[in-house]
């Protein structure tokens, strides 16, 4: 039974802005007159962040009729035919919060199944949604959830949710998952109009446009558009919901959601906009706020809207203004900048049960500028073909000031280039900000559940190279650099504030550590270790990133990206005797520049592992930088198994109820551990072929 009284729902729900539907132990079939009208309601149903003993209830009804609100009935029963109705009440929809509604429905018995929907007053139906409440904190039984992220529409198909829904109904009801974690990237505000795309095509995919913004703005030298409004966001919003199989998704689990960036900026930071061609920053307080509205809007989460309300979102006035100085967290102190990111804290936690304290960060509210965003460092670059960057280098590059306890060098260098250390007297940068820092670690050292799992849109692993291997005929790598980054922008390059994170849960002597993460567009598997040989590997935890449900991954951008006749091009794709394309990236990560152009010219994998680099990547247990599709976490009292479910490309949307073949399913296990004792990860290939990620 709950354990939460009615005083103190009334009390969480006043936090959240609005109490509305009560449980009763009476009992009664519906009486709303229900008849589904799907077309009403042409972006379904949702819910979200349920815990043991409520859940959010979302959906949108919209009218033309120019009248200025409306009421919608809500009857949550504990059968699919509502012949038990255990909660009801009434909410308003209006066009303020674009005809949406939010309805917390509390009282509720935990680890249950129920049914929802909505009704207006002329007997007008929405779709029923089937959602859950989350097992008491005490309840020792194993459960379930998947993990997703990056959806572009425009270029895929969501072919991942109807294999998620197909596995999960056909799951032992034990078995079922319980929610889905969604990492962001939901939706993608960069859009091309036909006129940007050459021959209707971008690498693999037959580009669609299900999105023309009202007002928009057009970027990136005339790539792109993107919104320019809180209706553009909301436009957004709308077709990516009409999607069947999202829409079906979400009627199907609870969704607990996160934004990345493309919520409200491909290269957006705090409130400030960046786009390629275009000279400097564009301060964007006002579209921030239309995001953060429009995202508060779609994703029924328990956040605290500036209202206060659960009806409307009461948006800060703010203006456009230049952000110039930053406080020494990196933070921009310009008043409308800081209304702008704070008006929705996203930043939040929840329990499921004995085994989950899930606690979700948000990576793009509060980071600092990028410290290689700066024309400072460009001389080191001039003329280089490779793209490496060593890990020294950018070490001293992020910690700034912090470098080597406080001892950085006075000169940055890259092989016989050296440029005055512009981040001498600076912060080390940061992805979390101080104050959600602060916030997150003091959660994650007072989590008691078996698994303490951060929800993090952005993968921990490094992405290492060993460029100190190659051969000169395939570029020239200076001598004593070392290994190297292939990427800047994720916490495998953010050192300093990762080593802090992963230092924090070793000196707490946390076990159950686990990172579950997005954005890389591709599967990633092993330990969270905030150094790699020759520097002690001491991991802390273990890390995952899920392959995107659609948006192009490193693999398919290869193919295209690079030339036939570039000299770099067998470190990542290669077709011996003349194949299909095979993803050698996936050999360069985990074992090495030898095992990559090895395989790219003989086509023997056993050749190529021979001459594998060990030191490399003993953090990593798998990497597909081709994968799509989903992740699912079964956790209980004694181990993690995250499964990689990968498909396909999702170049056609699939027809069959499975959602289209599968290209393999990989299990990860990983025993609980004690206090002091490293974890291990065992590998299974379940089904299918990883190729080349082995
Ligand atoms: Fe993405």
Not at 67 to 77: I, M, P
Not at 197 to 219: A, S, W
Not at 427 to 437: I, R, V
Not at 572 to 600: D, I, K, M, W
Request: glycine share 8%; proline share 7%.
């Amino acid at each position: 039974m709950p354990t939460v009284s009615r005083r103190q729902f009334l009390k969480l729900s006043v936090a959240l802005g609005a109490s509305l539907a009560w449980g009763c132990a009476t009992v009664r079939p519906s009486s709303s007159g229900w008849r589904e009208r799907r077309e009403l309601y042409p972006q379904g149903v949702a819910s979200g962040d349920p815990d043991d003993n409520s859940v959010l209830l979302w959906t949108r009804r919209p009218y033309v009729d120019g009248r200025a609100s409306a009421t919608l009935h809500v009857e949550v029963a504990d059968d699919a035919a509502f012949t038990r109705v255990i909660a009801k009440t009434t909410t308003r929809v209006q066009p303020e919060s674009d005809w949406t509604c939010r309805v917390l429905v509390g009282n509720l018995p935990a680890a249950r199944e129920y049914w929802y929907r909505f009704t207006d007053d002329e007997g007008n139906g929405s779709r029923i949604g089937r959602t859950l409440t989350a097992p008491h904190p005490d309840d020792p039984r194993p459960t379930r959830f998947a993990f997703v992220s990056c959806q572009d529409i425009c270029l895929g198909y969501l072919n991942a949710y109807r294999r998620m829904i197909f596995e999960d109904e056909r799951a032992a009801p034990e078995e079922r998952l319980g929610f889905v974690l969604h990492l962001g990237d939901f939706i993608y505000e960069v859009v091309a109009y036909p006129n940007q795309v050459k021959n209707g095509r971008e690498y693999d995919r037959v580009v669609t446009f299900p999105i023309k913004y009202p007002k928009g703005k057009v970027v990136a030298k005339n790539r792109f558009w993107v919104p320019d409004s809180l209706e553009d966001y909301r436009v957004a919003y709308h077709a990516y919901l009409q999607d069947p199989d999202l829409q079906d998704a979400r009627a199907r689990w609870p969704f607990v959601a996160m934004w990345d960036n493309h919520e409200f900026s491909w290269q957006g930071w705090q409130s400030i906009q960046q786009f390629p061609g275009t000279d400097g920053w564009v301060p964007a307080q006002t579209l921030k706020v239309a995001a953060m509205q429009a995202w508060f809007e779609y994703q029924p989460a328990r956040v605290t809207a500036p209202s206060r309300s659960l009806e409307t979102f009461g948006a800060p006035h703010v203006v456009d203004t230049a952000v110039k100085d930053f406080d020494d967290d990196g933070l921009g102190i310009e008043p409308n900048n800081l209304a702008a990111i704070n008006c929705l804290i996203g930043y939040r936690a929840l329990r499921w049960g004995r085994h989950i304290d899930l606690i979700i960060t948000d990576q793009r509210s509060y980071r600092s500028h990028d410290p290689g965003d700066r024309d400072e460092i460009n001389p080191l670059f001039e003329g280089d073909k490779l793209g490496f960057v060593p890990e020294q280098l950018w070490a001293q590059v992020d910690a700034g000031r912090a470098y080597a306890n406080g001892r950085p060098p006075a000169k940055l260098s890259f092989g016989d280039k050296s440029v005055a250390n512009y981040r001498a007297g600076e912060a080390p940068q940061t992805m979390l900000g101080a104050k959600q820092k602060a916030w997150f670690l003091a959660r994650l050292r007072g989590a008691k559940a078996t698994w303490k799992i951060w929800g993090n849109s952005l993968g921990t692993p490094d992405q290492r190279v060993d460029p100190q291997n190659l051969p000169a005929t395939v570029g020239k790598y200076p001598e004593g650099a070392g290994y190297a980054t292939i990427d800047l922008h994720d916490w495998g390059a953010m050192y300093h504030e990762r080593a802090e994170i992963f230092d924090a849960v070793r000196d707490a002597g946390i076990t159950g550590f686990a990172i579950v993460a997005g954005d890389r567009h591709s599967f990633w598997a092993g330990y969270a270790a905030k150094a790699l040989p020759p520097a002690a590997f001491e991991p802390v935890g273990v890390t995952f990133v899920g392959g995107s449900v659609t948006s192009v991954g490193m693999a398919e951008a290869n193919e295209y990206g690079l030339k036939k006749d570039d000299p770099s091009r067998p470190l990542y794709v290669a077709n011996p005797g003349g194949g299909p394309p095979q993803c050698t990236a996936n050999l360069l990560l985990r074992h090495g520049v030898r095992s990559a152009l090895e395989f790219a010219s003989s086509g023997d994998l056993q050749k190529a592992l021979a001459v594998r680099n060990p030191d490399l990547a003993p953090h990593l247990t798998f990497v597909d930088v081709g994968g799509h599709g989903y992740a699912t976490v079964r956790v209980d009292a004694d181990k993690m198994v995250t499964e990689f479910v990968c498909i396909p490309r999702p170049i056609a949307r699939s027809t069959s109820a499975d959602g289209g073949p599968l290209r393999y399913r990989v299990r990860l296990e990983v025993p609980l551990w004690r206090a002091g004792e490293r974890p291990q990860m065992r590998q299974t290939i379940v089904e299918g072929d990883t190729g080349l990620s082995v």
